[in-house]
C-alpha cells in the first residue's frame, strides 16, 4: 500500500511539472508570436507606424493603400515582431512629435539622424544611405557648390535640407514635399533643389526637366522609436539586422527602389 501511495505521488508529481512547462512554453510561443506586451504599443497586437505618404518611391498612395520602400521595411519589421503592421500616413514634419506623443509605435518615414532629433527619439541602426544632391534645370549655370552662393533654394519642410541649403543662402522656400519642390523647379521656379538621389532619379523617369549636378553629403536614414521604449528599439534593431543578413532588406530596395541602398556609399573628398 505504501508504494503505491509513492506511486501515486510520483505521477501526480509529474503531471504537475509537465503542467508548468506546458504554460511556460505557452507562454514563450505567445511572446514568440509578438502580442507585443513588452512594447507598451499603441494598439495591442499592432505595430503602428508613421510615413508621409508623399515621397515616392519610399512612401505614396496607390488608391487608399500606402506604399514604397518604407512601408515594406516598416510591414517587414512588424511581421518579425509578430505583430500586425498598422501604417499610417502623416505629414512629415510632424512624424517626430507623434512618435514622442505616443500617436505612434515608430516611424519609418526615411528620417536622417540628426543631433537635434536624438533628443526627442531614439534611432535604430540605418536601414538605407542617401544623402542631399544638387538638382537644376538643364540649362542652370550652378556646376559648384561656391555657384550655390545666394542661389534660391527651395526644399521639403521639415527636412534637414533646411540646414543645408542655409550654408549657402537665406532664400529657401519651404514646401510640403520634395516632389512639388522638383515640380516647381521643373516649372521654372528657384535656381536649385536639394534632395536625395532616388527622389531626384524618380521624378526625372516622370518626366521632370531637371537634373543632378553634385552630392553634398552621406546621410543615415532610420527608424525613430520613442526614447523611453528600449524594448521595441532593441526589437526593431534585430529585425533589421535579420533582413539584412538574409538579404530580404537589400531585395526590398531593389524591388522599390531599383538599386541597393542599404549599404554606405563612399563620397569622394
Known amino acids: 500500500?505504501?508504494?503505491?501511495?509513492?506511486?501515486?505521488?510520483?505521477?501526480?508529481?509529474?503531471?504537475?511539472?509537465?503542467?508548468?512547462?506546458?504554460?511556460?512554453?505557452?507562454?514563450?510561443?505567445?511572446?514568440?508570436?509578438?502580442?507585443?506586451a513588452a512594447y507598451n504599443l499603441v494598439e495591442d497586437g499592432k505595430l503602428t507606424f508613421a510615413a508621409s505618404g508623399e515621397f515616392k518611391p519610399f512612401s505614396y498612395m496607390e488608391g487608399s493603400d500606402m506604399v514604397g520602400y518604407d512601408v515594406a521595411v516598416g510591414e517587414a519589421i512588424a511581421e518579425k515582431l509578430g505583430l500586425e503592421p498598422n501604417p499610417q500616413r502623416a505629414k512629415f514634419s510632424g512624424i517626430v512629435t507623434g512618435v514622442t506623443e505616443g500617436?505612434?509605435?515608430?516611424?519609418?518615414?526615411?528620417?536622417?539622424?540628426?543631433?537635434?532629433?536624438l533628443q526627442q527619439v531614439n534611432f535604430s541602426e540605418p536601414y538605407y544611405y542617401s544623402g542631399p544632391v544638387i538638382y537644376t534645370r538643364p540649362d542652370s549655370n550652378i556646376q559648384t557648390e561656391d555657384d550655390l552662393e545666394g542661389k534660391e533654394i527651395s526644399v521639403a519642410r521639415g527636412t534637414t535640407y533646411l540646414e543645408v541649403a542655409e550654408q549657402y543662402t537665406s532664400s529657401i522656400p519651404q514646401v510640403d514635399s520634395d516632389v512639388v519642390a522638383l515640380q516647381s523647379l521643373s516649372s521654372g521656379h528657384h535656381d536649385a533643389v536639394i534632395t536625395d538621389d532616388v527622389t531626384g532619379f524618380t521624378a526625372i523617369d516622370a518626366g521632370l526637366e531637371i537634373e543632378g549636378k553634385f552630392q553634398l553629403d552621406v546621410a543615415e536614414q532610420a527608424v525613430a522609436v520613442k526614447k523611453d521604449n528600449t524594448a521595441l528599439l532593441e526589437a526593431v534593431n534585430e529585425a533589421l539586422e535579420e533582413m539584412r543578413e538574409s538579404g530580404e532588406l537589400a531585395a526590398l530596395s531593389e524591388e522599390w527602389i531599383g538599386g541597393d541602398i542599404t549599404e554606405e556609399p563612399e563620397i569622394e573628398e
Open 1 to 36: 500500500m505504501k508504494k503505491l501511495k509513492i506511486a501515486l505521488f510520483l505521477m501526480v508529481s509529474m503531471i504537475l511539472l509537465a503542467a508548468c512547462g506546458n504554460s511556460e512554453s505557452a507562454n514563450g510561443d505567445s511572446n514568440a508570436a509578438g502580442d507585443g
Open 103 to 117: 500617436r505612434y509605435d515608430i516611424a519609418v518615414a526615411s528620417h536622417t539622424i540628426t543631433e537635434e532629433r
